[in-house]
């Protein structure tokens, strides 16, 4: 071809990156060991497994088959290495993780061609994505290395960290694993996936390089069912951080279930891709090409619905045919290239199925005219049109270079028809008016909303799920509380229910503190429960008359309202003695209230002032009836008169609390390097079920339903089992506090059978339980249904009187989650 010719074709010459030197380093290392205590071991089965290149099919590289033992043994190494790299001060760890990053980047061309070759995805991404940010993710947790003492007191690391990584990104998940686990002082067992453990083995090597002690990184390769599960299921390790798909991640959370083990797991996702009738449509295609054919759409984030706005269709639909016309397949090492290889030939298969399922069901494939290569594993890009929402390939995490289109016609359709997904990872919204995407952006349910752009990623912006694409973040200050615990959790041993409820009841010491149901006074001034009152009769003489019998209901959407089952319970004091009783609730009444829950939604929409207003009035509210509540806690659990009332007044003072943070527990603006900016908002997530703690019957109540609230959430509670009459005093208290109605509703009766029904249910976001451990367990078990967020007690108790255990951040941590809405700017 003459010069005169390629300036008529413009045809891209062959642009190589060489293998050479991988495949000199990979000739010189192979058959690789396991990475533990700081040394290649060889593996305890003697087994190896290929690596294969995914371009060619052919095999790389033996590397290890781990087993159980060498996962012992990588976490003995792991518990030893703590016990000093979790002391070490933050300097040091810092200048550890300041020369991982620096060796990353002195051996990057390196690492970027063992990753194409291995993963199989083009070089220019390799070379000018995964491995920049491999490097920035290692210097920005240095920096929280640095920090941590200053930023995160009252704050200890977790212990051993097992971690589980895909094969999308081999070492940027690595580094996003790794990274802040060593910042905040923890040692890890890291098993990468096994399509893809080269580049993980060579990491392996810069560890050893800048001399970081042993144990600290322990790499092991092998399958999921010999090293991921038994590392899972490992008693010694403390957390478990896992990328991949959301079976797999439900399965990590039934294996961790009541384990107490930190978990996080960021999982699968069908992002949309919305496309406004006024967005710049060239721009537009450059973005389509960006969402779903890096990295062959094998992207947990990939924009994989294409929503246009329907008098633009058309014009799109034939711009983005035009240019997949234009995308080159082939080669990953190839410089010129646009889409690599399929990881492996068995995601090859699944990616075929699902296209022709696609296919069957009626939807329009659209694929370029030109063929992919023969060898290896390939597919072309693949443009569905005519698809109905409901369909599989609409629903379904493809996880390939397949892309399927709708179109809305409102934005409300828009948002709509995003949400209509059990994901919740990522979005993108595309509109030359910032006005509509700023709005659309708060009401898409994802993690990271990207304006204008997509898939853009950097360390200083959390990234993480909202419903079944998981709970955790990982980068931004957010992801460091995966790896962090409380330092007073330590130091706690005694079981919840061993607690101040079962506390030697003190008999008051005066009268006046004498427990007595019938000086039980409600607001209006009447004695509550059974209250026996006296008439003078005509003659004079005082006659007995019988009580008003006063049985709390449920409160449900405002109302107050008797139990479906129409039962009730006895509630006792220390002494056996009845004092009072409950409606016994059932799956009935737990299902109504998370009806009203969600009916009341339009509360995190409402504004932070209103919130703060609404609870310090109730703070009012209750603080008028001091005595009364203060009584009532005497005369459920024996505390003395003087506990009691300092409880009321903790009670009243954490209300203060959470109306001073609802408007200061904001978001922050992060400035990652691109024109631009991201707006880390910190949004409810949405009704939230709660069982509350039997000690502490008025705080532990209050303690958790007022940060909720505070942030947006409406709440369906279970109050304390033992001493719920604490919890049911609260009706008219709420009820006179202008809160509208459905943000608190309140359901008493069975802890376990009601938590279960609230843990079962799929239209509850989070899932809190404080009280015993099997209880625990089964909340978390039954959390994965929807893959509820859980937090839960492990049966451990709290001190709610300190503030240190019973208030703050942590609190709204819980009650929050945090979207990133990525704002370039510029013309
Ligand atoms: P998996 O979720 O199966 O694998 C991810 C990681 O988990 C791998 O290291 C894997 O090991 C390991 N693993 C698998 N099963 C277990 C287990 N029971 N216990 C512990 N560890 C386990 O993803 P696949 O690679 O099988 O991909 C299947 C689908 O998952 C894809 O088609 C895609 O839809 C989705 N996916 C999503 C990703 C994301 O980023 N959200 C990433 C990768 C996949 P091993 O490699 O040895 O099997």
Not at 58 to 82: G, H, I, M, Y
Not at 513 to 535: K, P
């Amino acid at each position: 071809m003459n010069v005169m010719e390629i300036f008529e074709t413009m045809d891209y010459g062959p642009a190589p990156e060489s293998p050479a030197p991988v495949q000199a380093w990979l000739k010189q290392r192979q058959p690789f060991g396991l990475f533990i205590n700081g040394q290649w071991v060889k593996p305890a089965s003697g087994q190896y497994l290929d690596s294969i290149n995914p371009s060619t099919g052919k095999p790389l590289a033996q590397v290890a088959a781990a087993n159980s033992a060498d996962v012992d043994a990588a976490v003995a190494a792991a518990r030893a290495a703590f016990e000093s790299w979790g002391k070490t001060p933050g300097h040091v760890r810092a200048r550890y993780m300041y020369a991982i990053a620096r060796h990353i980047q002195k051996h990057s061309r390196l690492l970027a061609v063992l990753e194409s070759l291995d993963n199989g995805k083009p070089i220019r991404e390799t070379r000018d994505i995964d491995i920049p940010l491999v490097a920035r993710h290692f210097y920005y947790h240095a920096g929280w290395a640095q920090l941590m003492a200053s930023e995160l007191p009252g704050y200890e690391p977790v212990g051993v960290v097992g971690q589980i990584i895909p094969w999308n990104f081999p070492l940027l998940m690595l580094a996003w694993k790794i990274a802040p686990a060593l910042a905040m002082g923890n040692t890890v067992v890291l098993k990468p996936a096994r399509y893809t453990p080269l580049t993980a083995l060579k990491f392996a090597e810069i560890v050893q390089e800048i001399g970081l002690p042993p144990g600290v990184v322990n790499i092991l390769t092998g399958e999921a069912s010999q090293v991921g599960e038994a590392l899972v299921r490992h008693p010694d390790v403390n957390k478990i951080a896992f990328t991949g798909s959301t079976d797999v991640g439900r399965s990590l959370r039934r294996a961790t279930a009541g384990s107490g083990k930190k978990l996080s797991l960021e999982l699968g996702g069908k992002s949309p891709f919305i496309v406004f009738d006024d967005a710049d449509l060239d721009s537009v295609v450059e973005g389509v090409v960006d969402a779903i054919w890096f990295n062959q759409g094998q992207v947990c984030c990939a924009g994989s619905r294409l929503l246009v706005q329907e008098d633009v269709a058309d014009r799109l639909i034939t711009k983005l045919r035009a240019r997949m016309e234009k995308l080159r397949i082939g080669d990953p090492l190839d410089k010129a290239v646009d889409i690599g290889a399929i990881v492996s030939s068995a995601q090859l298969k699944e990616i075929q199925r699902l296209v022709a399922q696609g296919v069957d069901e009626g939807a329009v494939m659209w694929q370029p005219s030109w063929a992919c290569p023969t060898e290896g594993y390939f597919f072309p890009p693949t443009l569905f049109t005519n698809v109905s929402p409901a369909t599989t390939i609409a629903q379904v995490e493809i996880f390939g270079p397949v892309l399927v289109s709708m179109t809305f016609r409102t934005p409300a359709e828009a948002v709509a028809l995003a949400n209509n997904t059990r994901y919740g990872l990522a979005a993108s919204v595309w509109s030359e008016n910032i006005n509509l995407a700023l709005d659309v952006a708060p009401k898409l349910k994802a993690g990271t909303v990207w304006i204008n752009c997509t898939n853009l990623f950097d360390a200083s912006s959390g990234f993480g799920g909202y419903r079944e694409s998981g709970f955790g973040r990982e980068g931004g200050k957010e992801g460091l509380y995966e790896y962090v615990r409380p330092a007073w959790e330590t130091a706690r041993s005694s079981p919840a229910h061993d607690l101040p409820i079962a506390m030697e009841y003190t008999p008051a010491s005066n009268g006046s503190e004498a427990v007595d149901a019938t000086s039980v006074t409600n607001a209006a001034g009447e004695s509550a429960e059974h209250h026996a009152g006296e008439s003078e009769s005509a003659n004079g003489s005082r006659l007995a008359l019988p009580g008003i019998d006063r049985t709390p209901k449920m409160f449900i959407g405002g109302k107050q309202v008797r139990p479906d089952s129409g039962y009730s319970q006895d509630v006792y004091d220390p002494r056996g003695s009845v004092v009072g009783q409950v409606g016994e609730g059932n799956r009935k009444d737990t299902r109504n209230a998370v009806e009203a829950a969600h009916a009341a939604g339009g509360w995190a929409a409402g504004t932070t002032h209103n919130r703060a207003q609404i609870l310090y009035y109730i703070a009012e509210n209750l603080s008028v009836r001091e005595d009364e509540f203060a009584q009532r806690i005497v005369q459920q659990t024996g505390y003395s008169r003087a506990e009691a009332t300092a409880e009321v007044q903790a009670s009243i003072s954490r209300l203060f609390s959470y109306a001073a943070w609802s408007d200061k527990f904001e978001g922050v603006v992060h400035r990652p390097p691109l024109r631009g900016v991201v707006l880390a908002m910190k949004e409810a997530i949405g009704v939230i079920g709660m069982a509350c703690p039997d000690e502490c019957p008025l705080l532990g109540f209050v303690s958790l339903v007022a940060p909720a609230i505070a942030m947006g959430n409406t709440v369906v509670v279970i109050p304390s089992q033992q001493a719920p009459l604490s919890a049911t005093d609260c009706y008219q208290v709420l009820e006179t506090s202008d809160l509208p109605d459905g943000v608190v509703n309140i359901v008493t009766g069975d802890r376990d059978t009601l938590s279960q029904v609230l843990a079962d249910h799929d239209d509850v976001e989070a899932m809190w339980y404080f009280g015993p451990a099997e209880g625990c367990k089964r909340v978390e078990l039954a959390s994965t249904g929807n893959m509820k967020r859980t937090w839960v007690s492990y049966g451990h108790a709290r001190n709610w009187l300190d503030p240190v255990q019973g208030e703050g951040e942590e609190f709204l941590r819980e009650s929050t989650q945090v979207k990133n809405i990525w704002v370039p700017y510029g013309e």
